[in-house]
């Protein structure tokens, strides 16, 4: 079974910086995409960021690029978020979620079948 286990919220001041981790496992085959995911109070969930197993591409919601690089360790089969120039609006629970294929075009809470556990990231101001 795919199992997903995000790690590494918590609290950090305006300006600070996380790294937010996602231990993967189950995929069958090495052609799949892992995602993050933010979701605010009162809020819908939305795409932050992508990277396809396959050949490492990666993708960004608008918000978020120049400030969060996506990358992967595969000897670790982690997926980490690296998260800097944090605003008060990053504000959410981040989740991890994967799908197998690539990523696609739009980072849609659609096109993603295996989520992990939330993490909780608190920036204040």
């Known amino acids: 079974d795919v199992q997903l286990q995000a790690s590494g919220g918590g609290l950090v001041q305006a300006g600070g910086s996380l790294r937010l981790s996602c231990r993967v496992s189950?995929?069958?085959?090495?052609?799949?995409?892992i995602a993050w995911f933010r979701q605010a109070p009162g809020k819908e969930r939305e795409g932050v960021s992508c990277?396809?197993?396959?050949?490492?591409?990666?993708d960004y919601a608008e918000i978020v690029k120049g400030r969060f690089t996506i990358s992967s360790d595969n000897a670790k089969n982690t997926v980490y978020l690296q998260m800097n120039s944090l605003k008060p609006e990053d504000t959410a629970v981040y989740y991890c979620?994967?799908?197998?294929?690539?990523?696609?075009?739009?980072?849609?809470?659609?096109?993603?079948?295996?989520w992990g556990q939330g993490t909780q990231v608190t920036v204040s101001s």
């Open positions: 979620a994967g799908e197998y294929g690539p990523c696609t075009d739009e980072i849609s809470t659609d096109d993603y079948e295996y």
């Open positions: 990277i396809s197993s396959s050949d490492g591409s990666t």
């Open positions: 189950g995929f069958t085959f090495d052609d799949y995409a």
